[in-house]
């Protein structure tokens, strides 16, 4: 089926487009490709990860320094073979042509949902399977070709990545292309039929820069802080440790890890004992334990510990929930503890960036229209996720506040459900995939218009123009 062919490593521009052009040119070729094919691509794919799923651990454990195995078939490799069988159960439904009502007397009309041809991928380091094949799955159920651009940050994950997508896919459906920042300025300016970029908003601002030069439609997969709202008559227990359980997954490296907790002042004191009750019954230690994941790199662990200490010089009290005794400050392990920051102000970088590791900041509220007005002020986020049983104030959050999901009494569930849109808004994202969402976003909804014999639907624009014919239109303007 394949001849493996791979771009060289660090490929230039030039060569990123000769193959993206010899790829829209099979695309053009062979036309739009049947649902028997989508599902056999989508089929290739679903067997690459499973086959390897035992790999990508490997790589990406290797690629993190500790990342347990539980954490990767879950988030990566269950979550990405659930959604491609999720396209590729649905897919002939998603193609079937929609009703549509006639708009005239013998007319006929149809909407066709037309591959866009190849879209680019750029994935990230945090999730790099599933950021891959997640908007990988709906490409293909969509009818399209892909070139995918993995993280530099997982070499060794993207390596395998580029070995198996070459021994699968034929070089005109799928390609990887492996290197640096300047190949993904140069993947990013390439005239793709769709970019996805999943990644930070300050990099966003760049590939759709490069991508508005030849008017790429992007999908924007962002992040930004999402925060968790706690009402007053909330299960603190119940909230913390799903707070805390998203919030050390991956070491919170995660786009939707909750970013800072909003708490009534006079609960605030309970909800820290809780979290440190969750970290230490999931995580009795950290430095040792592989079920802790390390920060990506030094730089990174290097960033949350300068976050801690940038907050503590603005006054904030700083809880660490590392275990008794423990030393976390080695750079070559990179465990960064839990750490609850206590009086987080805006004049601290924990509430100016993304954080992006387990570093928490608790902000307190007096009144419900406080804790909305402060969510309000900010960009909006990626998620919301408000904890309580309390109906009228979980309907002011649904409609008071924008948001890219809202989560009620959870942290990031949605994105498992591929019945459900993921995307953000704003600062946060532009555009959705998963499921039925993915397939629209990645297809051209063209109208198919059938004229009538007599062509009466167009007749009024046809000179002469005659007193009757005037008549008619004001007759159709009053009715």
Not at 45 to 62: E, G, H, P, T, Y
Not at 129 to 148: C, D, I, K
Not at 295 to 313: H, K, P, T, Y
Not at 424 to 452: C, D, I, L, N, W
Request: proline share 6%; charged share 20%; net charge negative.
């Amino acid at each position: 089926m394949t001849n493996q062919f791979r771009l060289p490593v660090e490929p230039t521009s030039a060569q990123i487009r000769a193959h993206l052009d010899a790829m829209k040119q099979a695309q053009l070729r062979d036309g739009p490709p049947s649902a028997a094919l989508r599902r056999d691509r989508i089929d290739r794919a679903i067997d690459l990860l499973r086959s390897n799923k035992r790999a990508f651990v490997d790589a990406i454990n290797a690629d993190y320094g500790c990342r347990n195995t539980q954490q990767t078939l879950l988030a990566d490799i269950l979550a990405s073979v659930e959604g491609l069988r999720f396209n590729r159960e649905h897919l002939e439904t998603w193609m079937a042509q929609p009703a549509t009502a006639e708009p005239f007397p013998g007319v006929r009309t149809r909407v066709d949902y037309q591959p866009l041809g190849v879209v680019g991928i750029i994935s990230p380091w945090n999730f790099p399977v599933v950021l891959a094949f997640g908007p990988l799955g709906s490409a293909f159920a969509a009818g399209n070709r892909a070139m995918l651009k993995p993280s530099e940050l997982t070499p060794a994950t993207s390596e395998l990545m580029a070995v198996l997508i070459a021994r699968y896919f034929d070089a005109d459906e799928l390609t990887t292309v492996l290197g640096g920042a300047e190949t993904g300025a140069a993947f990013s300016a390439q005239p793709f039929d769709h970019l996805v970029f999943t990644g930070s908003t300050q990099v966003a601002q760049h590939v759709m820069r490069a991508a508005s030069e030849n008017l790429v439609p992007v999908t924007l997969e962002l992040g930004g802080k999402s925060p968790v709202l706690i009402g007053k008559d909330a299960d603190l227990r119940l909230a913390a440790e799903r707070v805390m359980t998203v919030k050390t997954f991956n070491a919170g490296q995660i786009c939707l890890s909750p970013d800072y907790v909003l708490i009534p002042a006079d609960r605030a004191d309970a909800f820290v004992e809780h979290a440190r009750a969750a970290v230490s019954q999931m995580y009795p230690t950290i430095r040792e334990n592989p079920d802790y994941t390390s920060m990506i790199d030094v730089r990174g662990f290097e960033r949350q510990l300068a976050l801690v200490d940038d907050a503590r010089s603005h006054g904030a009290q700083v809880v660490s929930l590392a275990p008794a005794g423990e030393e976390l400050s080695d750079p070559l392990v990179r465990k960064m503890a839990p750490t609850i920051v206590r009086g987080a102000t805006d004049a601290m970088r924990v509430m100016q960036e993304e954080i992006f590791g387990p570093v928490l900041p608790v902000v307190t509220y007096e009144t419900f229209d406080d804790a909305l007005a402060y969510i309000n002020a900010r960009p909006r986020p990626l998620a919301l996720y408000y904890f309580s049983d309390d109906a009228a104030e979980s309907g002011q959050v649904a409609t008071r506040t924008t948001s890219g999901a809202l989560v009620v009494n959870d942290a990031m569930t949605h994105v498992f459900f591929d019945t459900l849109p993921f995307g953000g808004v704003g600062a946060s994202g532009m555009g959705h995939y998963h499921g039925e969402y993915g397939y629209r976003t990645f297809s051209h909804a063209k109208p198919v218009v059938f004229q009538s014999a007599g062509g009466e639907s167009n007749l009024l624009m046809r000179a002469p123009y005659l007193p009757a014919s005037e008549t008619a239109i004001h007759g159709l303007i009053d009715a």
